[in-house]
């Protein structure tokens, strides 16, 4: 009964499946979290939203840091204002990784959908082919077929041979 278990989940597609690699699931779970993420921060960065308030942070902090009593002040303008300056750093150094993993993403997503398109292109093409193919055995069946106009002259040139043979006969031997 285990095995008839296991060869039932095999046939499960591959998102439903549990048993063999059931700890792994979670793994790649919290990946696509992860990338979905990434995706995420890296999509806000690219904003002019992101770079507006980016901009009115950093005024923010030289403002308040340049005016403020110097009790008050966190970051002193005389050392180049250092503290801004690590923030600044460790934000670029974050933010180019993350763009980096949702721009492998993309590129993941562009390969399938690229493939998918070759796939779906070769498939029009077959299709196309066969359709002229059946055309063109239509056309030539059309040319073999009898038309209208020919059983007519047929029939015509019967009655005229039967007509032509009646006549034969009426006139005698």
């Known amino acids: 009964m285990a095995r008839a278990d296991r060869d039932a989940r095999l046939d499960d597609p ?18 696509d979290r992860f990338g979905r993420f990434t995706e995420a921060i890296a999509r806000a960065m690219g904003t002019p939203w992101f770079l507006f308030v980016l901009t009115v942070f950093v005024l923010a902090w030289m403002v308040y840091n340049s005016l403020a009593p110097d009790g008050w002040r966190f970051d002193s303008q005389a050392l180049g204002f250092t503290t801004l300056t690590l923030i600044l750093s460790l934000h670029a150094s974050y933010a180019a990784p993350l763009i980096l993993l949702a721009q492998n993403r993309q590129d993941d997503r562009d390969r399938v959908q690229i493939e998918q398109d070759r796939q779906r292109a070769e498939r029009n093409l077959a299709d196309t082919e066969y359709l002229a193919r059946e055309v063109v055995a239509l056309r030539l069946a059309m040319r073999d077929m009898a038309t209208k106009d020919f059983i007519r002259a047929e029939l015509r040139a019967l009655l005229d041979e039967l007509d032509g043979e009646k006549e034969r006969e009426a006139a005698g031997p």
């Open 14 to 31: 591959k998102g439903l499946r549990t048993g063999l690699r059931g700890g792994f699931a979670g793994v790649f779970e919290r990946r």
